[in-house]
């Protein structure tokens, strides 16, 4: 069973950072590599964005509220993927889900896994 984990979420003042981080213990046995993922945000009342994704090669794309401030990467060797978010704003406030793709040994991809999400709360 794949099933992400997100982590990194905290309080933070306005024009702060954070780290969030998503991985998956099944990675660990090495049956399964992640592909990519996907980060999304989930305002308060609102429904579930996109904000940036970082595919198998390493591509990246954000949203234009993301550009310039976030910042998606992996670590294969931990099978780990990242969010950096820097100048954090009020309106960033959330929960940050990490949906993940992988493939087996045989490479087949399986897609759409979320994790449970991270709360992000930045205050003015």
């Known amino acids: 069973q794949v099933q992400p984990v997100e982590s990194g979420g905290g309080l933070v003042q306005t024009g702060g950072s954070l780290r969030l981080s998503c991985t998956a213990s099944?990675?660990?046995?090495?049956?399964?590599?992640?592909?990519?993922v996907s980060w999304y945000w989930e305002a308060p009342g609102k429904q579930r964005e996109l904000v940036a994704s970082i595919r198998d090669g390493g591509q990246t794309d954000y949203v234009d509220s993301a550009k310039g401030r976030f910042t998606a990467s992996r670590d294969n060797a931990k099978s780990t993927m990242y969010l950096q978010m820097n100048s954090l704003q009020p309106e960033d406030t959330g929960v940050y889900y990490c949906?993940?793709?992988?493939?087996?040994?045989?490479?087949?991809?399986?897609?759409?896994?979320w994790g449970k999400g991270t709360l992000v709360t930045v205050s003015s």
């Open positions: 949906k993940m793709n992988v493939r087996d040994r045989t490479g087949r991809v399986y897609t759409d896994y």
């Open positions: 099944v990675m660990s046995t090495d049956i399964f590599s992640c592909t990519g």
